[in-house]
């Protein structure tokens, strides 16, 4: 399994921009499907989108499309969501997963970070 650990939520204003980072612990990152998912209380968890173990294949809920961008840098093992242009919407604990390329369920996940987006 993975150790992840999500950080970089915050309370931010309609509009504003921020960014989460996701920090894992394996000593073979790359070989790792990434992805971010949020959490409303009381609501099924949302796929936001993942990103390959190379970072050349990204999806995005269609929520999100052209508002989030999800990279990853290999070299300090971690994964970052860009988030721009947040609405109140997008209010939820944001947790990432890993799941080796070999396997097809998401294995490890992050303890979550809060984001909030209110005036």
């Known amino acids: 399994q993975v150790q992840l650990v999500e950080s970089g939520g915050g309370l931010v204003q309609p509009g504003d921009s921020l960014r989460l980072s996701c920090l894992a612990s394996?000593?073979?990152?790359?070989?790792?499907?990434m992805a971010w998912v949020r959490q409303v209380p009381g609501k099924e968890r949302e796929f936001v989108g993942s990103i390959s173990g190379s970072g050349g294949s990204i999806s995005y809920a269609d929520s999100v499309k052209g508002r989030f961008t999800i990279s990853r840098d290999n070299a300090k093992n971690t994964m970052y969501l860009q988030m721009n242009s947040l609405k109140p919407d997008d209010t939820a604990v944001y947790f990432c997963?890993?799941?080796?390329?070999?396997?097809?369920?998401?294995?490890?996940w992050g303890q979550g970070t809060q984001v909030t987006v209110s005036s």
């Open positions: 997963a890993a799941r080796a390329m070999s396997t097809l369920s998401w294995g490890s």
């Open positions: 394996a000593r073979t990152f790359s070989r790792y499907y």
